[in-house]
């Protein structure tokens, strides 16, 4: 197929979608404890969103499901829980680094006006690093909406191993008030409807192909208490950041980076080029914080916990 054919592929809607709603089922699926967190219909086919509990991943499987018996407690619930627990803060939430030797990307395509992406910056990781690349990536539907070119080179790039992606929620609008305090703004804003916020957004992917994540950033890292117990009812785990480069943080073990793909902010893509000097940085995927890793408690002690800390 030639490339043109494959991008405009890309940029057409595949799917439509009905009857899109949050849900929460305990499953086997596989011989695997999964979640069901949304069903839809395409087609008059009941569709679902699973998450195998044991390594977060995500995938869309048609009914029927069979129903877990014994309830257990998994990695999945452990997790959610424990990035979705106070104390909530308004910025620097959920998230922040990972208990490992790796380091993680992460790069919002937030809403912009700017034409193109950071395509230099995407060529680079897949030059640079073994392929396929990991990255997360939190979208919205606005960016998606006025970049569909730039949408479809991404899609591309997963599906030839180039990159592997980890499709992250950023919401359906991106709500964003220049003028207003924090805590006045973004999802904090009046009259935005956060679920809807959501599930949108992921609407919109599936829409497209693309299976959503069980990752989510909050525009702008912002939040209260209401709205992180709202990500924890869709079954969702929030991450923020410890290394922001273009506000001048530093890359530790463990970190997970942010940067902007869209355009918005190049001076953080301009720092991200130390990644690009030898030796290179061992790149992981947010499903790292399945693993289990070591967790070192108040008394010195350690014991093993799902992504160590
Ligand atoms: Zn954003």
Redesign the pocket.
């Known amino acids: 197929m030639r490339p043109l054919f494959i991008l405009l592929l890309g940029i057409h809607l595949l799917y439509g979608i009905e009857n899109y709603r949050a849900i929460n089922e305990a499953v086997m699926y596989g011989n695997r404890p999964c979640r069901a967190i949304r069903s839809y219909d395409t087609n008059h086919t009941r569709h679902y969103l699973l998450v195998d509990e044991t390594t977060l991943v995500t995938r869309i499987v048609a009914a029927p499901l069979s129903a877990r018996e014994h309830n257990i407690t998994t990695t999945y619930q452990t997790l959610l829980e424990r990035y979705t627990s106070p104390p909530y803060k308004l910025q620097d939430y959920g998230l922040t680094a990972i208990g490992s030797g790796r380091i993680y990307i992460t790069t919002?395509l937030?809403p912009s006006s700017k034409r193109g992406f950071e395509r230099e910056f995407y060529q680079k990781l897949i030059d640079h690093y073994p392929n396929p690349v990991d990255v997360t990536l939190?979208i919205c539907s606005r960016w998606i909406d006025r970049h569909p070119e730039e949408f479809a080179q991404l899609k591309q790039w997963q599906s030839e191993k180039k990159l592997n992606i980890v499709w992250g929620n950023?919401t359906h609008s991106?709500p964003f008030h220049p003028s207003r305090p924090l805590d006045e703004n973004f999802l904090l804003s009046r009259g935005v409807d956060i679920e809807r916020e959501i599930l949108e957004l992921e609407k919109k992917l599936i829409g497209y192909g693309v299976t959503p994540s069980v990752f989510f950033r909050f525009?702008?890292l912002v939040q209260d208490e209401k709205a992180v117990l709202t990500l924890r009812r869709l079954g969702l785990i929030p991450v923020g950041t410890n290394a922001w480069l273009a506000k001048g943080e530093k890359i530790h073990k463990g970190s997970i980076i942010l940067l902007h793909g869209n355009r918005n902010e190049h001076e953080g893509i301009k720092k991200a080029d130390l990644l690009f000097r030898q030796p290179g940085y061992d790149i992981g995927s947010l499903l790292d914080i399945a693993r289990p890793g070591e967790e070192k408690a108040t008394d010195g002690s350690k014991r093993v916990v799902p992504g160590g800390r």
């Open positions: 919002d937030c939190f950023h991106h525009p702008g």
